[in-house]
């Protein structure tokens, strides 16, 4: 490129910058007009028909929000539906003294000084122009006071909303769950064209699982107001679709039975249809009331409950861990069959506690001076625990942890309720990275009769005793049958998930030992065995609370109460036909005979004297 | 405009301007950058339901910015030239590791995390991709030959497709448009954009197909927002009325009643134009419009008085990008162009974008204060 040439190119080039600059200017320019000829058309041309949008006076566009579906019971019994109730709200913006117009409520109506700082914080997170509730479920009296002083308090006023209820109140809280004021969280999280109107979300139980189900889509109206923001007129509108109705498998007569059996007991009881995996029970006690939850629960009630050494909140059939103690001596017999560590005819001989090859500590049983010669049927029938130290030292932690697994210990069930505990099932695997120890012999003994590190829920077991009872057909328990109408096709879901390849008469061994538990004299659980028509198949378990949480606030006479031992009890009847499983804990209930079996027993019975009618 | 000689230069008016001066920045660029972020504020306050903490948060990250401004405007154009490569590379490198981290997190993915701040990249390949565009052609002869151009827009497309795939279809369109604006101001001749134009215009329905199910939402509700007046749809209605029903004059400072945008953080961020508007009236949008002008202006006239190649391309484009920032924002807010989530420059809440702005005025500053004697 020659000297000559780039110089000439530079003034060219000058030139043509100078011109494109300038041609730049003015597309600004004329972009700039266009804008402002959008400005003039939106301000001055249509000024008048977005100051009556803008204004009260004007079509404003209003979510119909749909109805929550109720849920029903397995046999159309209403666990949690809506009912109309009224409330003051006010809209701060319309009102000129807001502390002013508070006092005089307060005085007019009575309200508490607390609901008056609730509201307070609640307005702040509002957004502006939007309706607050100051009193909710406000009764015919109030209703009546304010009506006659209405006209003196503008921007507030009375709506009618439709408020969740739930009938059955502490019975069924930890299935059906809550709902509750939408919070900030939620608010970022949830669809914001759905929730337009929406006060109220599912926080726990089926009302949260199935949010979505039961929430129904909304739908708006474009609605002409007056001044006074009274609707005249609907111009336009797009109905809600409500919520879907949800049919559970529990059947709450049931569950009344069962939670009203536990008594005085802290505890739980889990029962599932055996060929469905549908859930027939789900208690936990104590439970508590969900319907102030409804309507904001008050700091003081919230607290008491919170700090209840009972933990009415506390899911215990969900979330509840538990040593599962000899209710797990089945599965570990099923392990040493299938695994042929052991036969059935074998006969040990039962001193009353065991000892490791070279090692001095004796591992005691819990009938001092031992059962004496027992086969396996005779060990479960008895539950003696030597047996099953030696069993479980024969087959090892290894084995039985991968044996175990199938029954789905140490893994969520996957039932159709958030926020459950996986439980545990110790391995070696596990202590090494948990602890960073090795697996200690002495540890697979106590493993052998449910104790230890192994920690179940009462979902888990009860699962586990469906699958035996099924022989080795695995299930998912679940809680919503349908939605709509209980004949309607039932939800599209795969519940078998796998099967536990069994030998037959291995399993039919288990079973029949399991039926001796309670129909043999010497069964741990024959007193519920009288007066039946058909059989029970069953094992107690009594479970060592090693330690009471740290923090938990307890009483000095409540000391022996505390650390006596958990009851626990599983079951499935009939034997030969299995149709209901049920896993029952009685924290502190002492021996699993005389306290979880009987629990277990009124359910079956009432269930399959239920059956039988229909 | 207030048209400014070179003799002034060297005559200072005031003590303030003096120092200003050796601070090497332009006066009249300073002082309406500092009137537009005063401006801010006085809108944020309303916008932002009167809470001082937006404020707060709002002053120290306009502090910062202009902080960076200042320390730009004292670096010698030849550096911005001699590291226009340098930077551009690294910007990708940045969009690259962006990218690949997404792939972990979940969805939108267009920070990274230093620790003690986060940074967006797409931020700064705003400013390095004129730079690079600027300085490649800055290297051969103008007006482009046929095979600068295609190297030149593979050096634009790299940038705005990684930004894209964020997804950040705004960021993209501003990217790719500074980029264009580099070859406008090359002397890209008219004839060449018409067929590219035509050529985009029949590339649309492809684009369509590699758009995001929410990008598509975002046009169609565009195309007719009546249609889901409670989703997409409603912010654009809600906003129309806003500035509609402010008028002539505006409801006032703090009168704003519509302006409650229902997606609350939109209000004080991408959609404030509907604020001011329903405040101010068509006399306080034509005033911010003209402010906005002014600025524009005095960055064009510092582009013509740019000394080399580089310089002008550099200065040019980021004065018609600024440009465009505007138009996006408010063309979107009053409904003639679509939502695509880009601020109002120097005045919508949130700190990287404005950054970046007064970045990329600290450069044009540079290129004004540090001319040398040429003799023509």
């Known amino acids: 490129m020659s000297r000559v040439y780039t110089i000439k190119n530079k003034l060219v080039e000058s030139r043509l910058f100078l011109n494109r600059i300038i041609a730049s200017f003015i597309v600004i320019l004329l972009l700039t007009s266009g804008l402002i000829v959008r400005l003039v058309y939106l301000q001055i041309v249509g000024h008048e028909h977005y100051s009556t949008l803008a204004k009260d006076n004007s079509i404003k566009i209003e979510p119909l929000v749909p109805t929550r579906g109720i849920i029903y019971d397995r046999r159309g019994r209403v666990l949690a539906d809506n009912t109309q109730s009224f409330s003051l709200e006010l809209i701060p913006e319309q009102i000129k003294d807001l502390d002013d117009t508070l006092l005089r409520l307060q005085k007019l109506l009575n309200i508490s000084d607390e609901k008056i700082d609730q509201y307070q914080k609640q307005r702040k997170r509002q957004k502006r122009f939007v309706s607050t509730p100051l009193l909710i479920s406000m009764n015919d009296e109030e209703l009546a ?40 969280t939620e608010m970022k999280s949830l669809p914001i064209a759905e929730y337009r109107g929406s006060t109220h979300v599912g926080k726990i139980g089926i009302e949260n699982t199935y949010e979505t189900e039961l929430h129904g889509k909304t739908g708006y109206a474009e609605i002409e107001t007056n001044v006074q923001a009274r609707a005249i007129n609907t111009v336009n509108s797009v109905p809600p679709v409500p919520g879907e109705n949800l049919y559970l498998t529990l059947d709450i007569d049931l569950q009344k039975t069962a939670y009203d059996a536990l008594g ?9 249809e055996v060929k469905t995996g549908g859930v027939l029970v789900f208690a936990s006690r104590p439970g508590f009331d969900p319907n102030p939850f409804v309507i904001g629960i008050a700091n003081d009630a919230y607290q008491a409950l919170q700090s209840s050494e009972n933990q009415p909140l506390y ?29 059935t005819e074998h006969k040990l001989f039962c001193p009353g506690y065991y000892q490791l090859p070279n090692v001095s500590h004796h591992y005691r049983d819990w009938k001092k001076g031992g059962h004496g010669s027992v086969n396996m049927t005779e060990a479960i029938t008895q539950s ?44 070696r695997e596990w202590k090494r990275s948990q602890h960073n120890q090795s697996w200690y012999p002495g540890e697979t003994l106590i493993t052998g009769i449910g104790q230890g590190f192994i920690q179940v829920t009462p979902l888990q ?92 606030k307890y009483n000095e006479n409540d000391i022996d109460f505390k650390l006596r031992d958990h009851a626990l009890f599983i079951s499935f009847a009939p034997a030969d036909d299995p149709k209901i499983a049920v896993a029952v804990i009685a924290e502190n209930g002492g021996h699993g005979g005389s306290v979880a079996a009987p629990i277990a027993g009124q359910v079956i019975k009432q269930y399959l004297e239920g059956v039988n009618e229909n | 405009m207030k048209t400014e000689t070179r003799s002034e230069q060297f005559h200072p008016p005031s003590l303030i301007g003096n120092i200003l001066r050796k601070l090497h920045i332009d006066i009249p660029l300073f002082i309406g950058l500092l009137l537009i972020s005063i401006l801010s504020f006085v809108i944020l306050y309303s916008a932002g339901s009167q809470e001082m903490d937006v404020l707060v948060r709002q002053a120290a990250r306009v502090g910062l910015a202009f902080l960076l401004m200042t320390a730009l405007a004292h670096v010698d154009p030849y550096q911005f030239k001699r590291y226009s490569a340098m930077l551009f590379g690294f910007g990708i490198m940045l969009l690259v590791a962006v990218l690949i981290m997404g792939q972990f997190g979940k969805g939108a993915q267009r920070w990274l995390d230093l620790g003690v701040f986060r940074f967006q990249p ?43 795939k964020q997804p950040d279809l705004g960021t993209a369109l501003l990217v790719a448009s500074s980029g264009a604006a580099v070859l406008f101001f090359a002397g890209l001749s008219w004839k060449f954009m ?69 997606f609350l953080p939109e209000s004080s961020t991408d959609f404030i134009f509907a604020v001011f508007a329903e405040e101010f009236g068509l006399f306080g949008c034509v005033g911010l419009l003209s402010l906005y002008l002014l600025i524009i202006s005095r960055c064009l006239y510092i ?31 009053i409904g003639v162009l679509p939502v695509v989530g880009v601020p109002l420059p120097l005045i919508s809440y949130g700190g990287t974008s404005i950054v970046t702005l007064l970045a990329g005025f600290g450069i044009l500053m540079s290129i004004h204060t540090h001319k040398k004697f040429i003799p023509h």
């Open chain 1, 145 to 184: 006071k304010f009506a006659v002083v209405r006209p003196y308090f503008p921007g507030v006023d009375i709506q009618a909303r439709l408020v969740r209820h739930y009938p059955y109140a502490e019975l069924a809280s930890h299935v059906v769950g809550y709902v509750g004021r939408i919070n900030e």
């Open chain 1, 264 to 272: 005085d007991f802290n505890g739980a009881v889990v029962a599932i």
């Open chain 1, 315 to 343: 899911n215990r059939a969900l979330r509840g861990l538990y040593p599962p103690g000899s209710t797990f001596k089945p599965f570990i017999a099923l392990a040493g069959l299938e695994y042929n560590a052991i036969s």
């Open chain 1, 384 to 427: 003696c625990d030597v047996y099953f130290y030696s069993l479980a030292s024969t087959l090892g932690i290894d084995r039985m942890h991968s044996f175990l697994q199938h029954f789905g210990f140490g893994e969520k069930s996957g039932i159709d309720l958030a926020g459950e505990k996986p439980g545990l099932l110790p391995s």
């Open chain 1, 461 to 552: 077991l009860a699962r586990a005793t469906a699958t035996l009872a099924n022989k080795g057909k695995i299930v998912t328990p679940f809680l919503v049958k349908n939605a709509a109408d209980p004949d309607s096709a039932d939800f599209e879901r795969e519940n078998h998930v796998d099967d536990i390849e069994l030998k037959p008469a291995n399993i039919n061994t288990i079973i029949s030992a399991m039926v001796n538990v309670i129909h043999d004299p010497h069964g741990t659980a024959k007193s519920i065995g009288k007066d039946i028509n058909y059989q029970i198949a069953g094992k107690t378990g009594t479970a060592q609370v090693f330690n009471i949480k740290q923090d938990a």
């Open chain 2, 122 to 164: 797409s931020e700064m390949i705003k400013i390095t991709t004129p730079m690079m565009i600027a300085w490649y052609l800055a290297e051969h002869a103008l007006p482009p030959r046929p095979k600068q151009l295609l190297i030149a827009s593979v050096l634009i497309i790299i940038p705005t497709l990684l930004i894209a």
């Open chain 2, 194 to 262: 018409l067929a590219i134009c035509t050529t985009l215009a029949g590339l649309t329905p492809i684009l369509w197909h590699f758009m995001r199910p929410y990008q598509r939402d975002r046009v169609l509700t565009f195309l007719n927002p009546e249609a889901d007046p409670l989703g997409r749809g409603y912010h654009i209605i809600q906003s129309k009325i806003a500035i509609g029903s402010g008028g002539i004059y505006g409801k006032g400072w703090l009168g704003s009643t519509q302006s409650e945008l229902d």
């Open chain 2, 303 to 333: 582009a013509s008085q740019a000394q080399d190649t580089y310089s002008r391309l550099l200065a040019s484009s980021l004065a018609f990008t600024f440009f465009v920032y505007v138009f996006v924002n408010i063309g979107m807010v």
